[in-house]
C-alpha cells in the first residue's frame, strides 16, 4: 500500500497498515521532536550525534509499539516479596556479627586475629561453593566427598583450634561437617547427586556470607589450603 511519511512527507510504499515513517532516521527525528530536542541540522534527516546518550538509545526503539507498552517502561520498580530475603534479614537481625567483623579488633586481640582471619577466608570460600552447588541440577558425588573433606581438614587445622572461645561460626562448621557426613554416607562413590539446601539453611549461609565479607575477600577455591 501507498502511504506517506508523518515526518518528512514523503510517498512510500508500506508493507503494514500501521508503518508510519518512510525510514529509521526519520523515526528518530520524530522521537526527537516529540520530546522537545532541537538538531542543529534537522533539514537534512541526519543525527549530530551530540545527544543525550540515553535520548539515542531511546531514539532507536519501535515508535510504532502500542502506547500502553510505552507506558509501561515508565511505571516505577515494584517490590517482589520473597521468603529467602526476609529469613537472610532475620538471619542479621538475631545476632550483631556484622558488627563485630567490621570492627574486630574491639572484640579479638592481636593473637586471635591471625587464625579468625585464616579461618574466615577459607569458610567464606567453602560457603560459597556451597551455595553455587546447590543451584546446579546435579553434581558428581566425589565433588561433595572434596568439599566435606575440605570442612573437616579446615576444622582439624591448628588455626582452627586456636580460634578465641566467642567466634561465632564454630557451631555452623560442625553442623556442615555432620550433615555433609550423612550425605557422603549414602551415595555411591560414582554417580551424581541433586544437592539441596533447606530455605532456612541457604538463608543462614547468605546471613553468614554477608557477615564475612566485612573483614575477609572472595577467594578461589584452588587458591587455598584448607589443613
Not at 529509521?24 to 530536542?37: E, H, I, M, P, V
Not at 552447588?133 to 576444622?155: G, Q, Y
Request: proline fraction near 6%; include cysteine.
Amino acid at each position: 500500500m501507498t502511504t506517506t511519511c508523518q515526518y518528512c512527507g514523503t510517498p512510500m510504499q508500506a508493507l503494514r497498515s500501521t508503518r508510519k515513517y518512510c525510514s529509521d532516521t526519520c523515526k528518530q527525528l520524530a522521537f526527537y521532536k516529540r520530546n522537545g530536542l532541537a538538531l542543529a541540522d534537522a533539514e537534512t534527516n541526519t543525527l549530530t550525534g551530540n545527544e543525550p546518550a540515553v535520548l539515542q538509545a531511546e531514539a532507536k526503539t519501535d515508535v510504532d509499539e502500542p502506547d500502553y507498552m510505552i507506558r509501561q517502561q515508565d511505571q516505577p520498580y515494584q517490590q517482589v516479596y520473597s521468603r529467602l530475603l526476609v529469613a537472610v534479614q532475620e538471619c542479621l537481625d538475631s545476632n550483631n556479627y556484622t558488627f563485630v567483623f567490621e570492627n574486630p579488633d574491639q572484640y579479638w586481640g592481636t593473637y586471635a586475629m591471625q587464625p579468625v582471619k585464616w579461618v574466615s577466608l577459607r569458610l567464606r570460600c567453602l560457603l560459597e561453593n556451597m551455595l553455587r552447588l546447590s543451584n546446579m541440577p546435579s553434581i558428581p558425588n566425589e565433588i561433595l566427598v572434596l568439599l566435606r573433606d575440605s570442612f573437616a581438614d579446615m576444622a582439624a587445622a591448628p588455626p582452627y583450634r586456636q580460634l578465641p572461645a566467642d567466634y561465632p561460626y564454630t557451631a555452623l562448621v560442625k553442623d556442615i561437617i555432620h550433615n555433609l557426613d550423612r550425605i557422603v554416607h549414602n551415595v555411591k562413590p560414582k554417580g551424581d547427586t541433586r544437592f539441596r539446601l533447606t530455605l532456612n539453611r541457604k538463608a543462614s549461609l547468605i546471613a553468614c556470607l554477608f557477615t564475612l565479607a566485612a573483614m575477609v575477600p572472595l577467594v578461589k577455591f584452588r587458591a587455598l589450603s584448607f589443613s
